[in-house]
């Protein structure tokens, strides 16, 4: 199979984009604020992805799945890459990785030579923290919020080299950006080494002011990891715009790429001096692709990538941001302010966008998520741990009002 019909077998998913052209097309003049209260749209958006009906699925947070559109895509990937096989792996698809690499930068806002493709964001952020060349005695500041995973390595580093881990609390409903940069400034001392914070705290949905963190830290000398798992394709920013230092991402979730596709951001003159997990010889050390050498690995998902991201260019994350806090904004105002029911996201509108956490008084979080998916068929996940206790609820693009209504009649149920 030549050059030419092998990119066309690869791209014959893509006729099912044509349909979200065209729906793009007829609301192009409608101003992105307009359009993200506009059902008629979104439901041509619903269109495209295959739900399940048997519950309404408010727990996106974890795996964003494909369209069909994207997914089709991606089978056809696997036919093609099946197909060519090692050939396919010894000619061309080192150039296809680059090629991909090139359009997530492009989507992220970074350079290429300062992006690698991972697995996920638990690879791309472990990769950091294993990667550093710590010393009994060094310091590193997290957040009790933060992902489980990275706090497990953390405290490995800890077993292993001595590290002290210092952790600290979120405020849950802010006053002020500056109160978060003092909570976090207050942990720093002249031995911290690492600083790491989530750009979009993932149990509660809160948005944090990363670049002002990241401005104070390094005033202090201190490099900053971001963990953008939940900020990548669904907010509209610049990684370089953060300032931060590391920053890793995973692109089944807003991406709605296949499972199994991240992210590792490495700004330039931090990468030679980070170990890879890895070893890679025939890669400079100032390489980035010196930290992802797993070995042979499916490349179709990285060819999948690339029909994701052309999936989400044609919305734009413009429009997604827009309709993803419109969604959410639609349900926490109407249960805000209910005596029995307590939101664990912060109310000002710029500091959330899809994801929010919801509890009622006296209904453990397991309970709560148990009734709404027996009783009502919503799909949400309990939270109980680090100050907070609630559901975590995270609509999507395909998410619909009537199925937010449902959701807010059953918890207005369940807290009478
Ligand atoms: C904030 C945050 N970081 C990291 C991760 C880990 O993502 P993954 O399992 O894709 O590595 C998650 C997963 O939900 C997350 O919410």
Redesign the pocket.
């Known amino acids: 199979m030549n050059k030419r019909d092998f990119l066309r077998t690869a791209l014959a998913g893509a006729s099912g984009f044509a349909a979200t052209a065209d729906l793009l097309g007829a609301h192009a003049a409608i101003p992105t604020a307009d359009l993200a209260g506009d059902e008629g749209f979104w439901a041509g958006i619903r269109g495209q992805f295959r739900v399940s009906p048997d519950y309404v699925n408010l727990e996106n ?2 795996y964003c799945f494909q369209p069909e559109p994207v997914l089709a895509a991606y089978m056809e990937h696997v036919r093609a890459v099946n197909l060519e096989a090692s050939h396919y792996m010894r000619t061309r698809k080192e150039a296809d990785k680059v090629r991909v690499r090139t359009r997530l930068a492009a989507l992220g806002g970074c350079a290429p030579e300062e992006l690698a493709l991972t697995r ?4 791309s952020l472990d990769t950091v923290i294993n990667g550093i060349d710590w010393r009994a005695g060094d310091e590193a500041v997290m957040a009790n919020q933060d ?1 489980g ?2 706090l497990d390595t953390f405290r490995m580093q800890a077993r292993r080299h001595g590290i002290v881990n210092r952790l600290v609390d979120i405020p849950m409903h802010p006053a002020s950006d500056e109160q978060i940069v003092g909570v976090y400034a207050a942990a720093l001392t002249p031995r911290t080494r690492l600083l790491m914070i ?1 750009h ?1 705290v ?1 149990i509660t949905g809160q948005i944090l002011p990363v670049r002002a963190v990241c401005d104070m830290a390094h005033a202090r000398g201190v490099p900053v990891m971001v ?1 953008g ?2 900020t990548f394709a669904q907010l509209e920013f610049r990684i370089e715009d953060l300032a931060c230092d590391y920053f890793g991402a ?1 692109l ?2 807003w991406l709605s790429a296949p499972l199994g596709a ?1 992210i590792l951001y490495v700004r330039r003159d931090r990468i030679a001096s980070l170990w890879p997990v890895f070893a890679d010889d025939s890669v400079p050390n100032d390489d980035i692709r010196k930290l992802n050498h797993t070995g042979t690995h499916p490349a179709h998902t990285d060819l999948a990538i690339e029909s994701a991201i052309e999936f989400h260019e044609r919305i734009g994350t413009a429009r997604k941001e827009a309709r993803l806090r419109y969604l959410q904004r639609y349900w926490t105002d109407e249960v805000r302010g209910h005596p029995r029911i307590v939101l664990n996201t912060p109310a000002a509108t710029r500091r959330a966008c899809a994801i929010a956490n919801v509890g009622i008084e006296g209904i453990a979080p397991s309970e709560l998520a148990r009734r709404l998916l027996d009783d009502h068929r919503i799909y949400t996940v309990a939270i109980d741990g680090a100050g907070v206790r609630g559901v975590r609820v995270t609509p999507q693009i395909y998410t619909t009002r009537a199925e937010l209504d449902v959701f807010v009649q059953a918890l207005k149920k369940i807290a009478a």
């Open positions: 947070g974890f996920n964001t638990t690879e992902y995973a990275m989530p979009m993932n963990d798992a939940h995973s089944h979730k991240g």
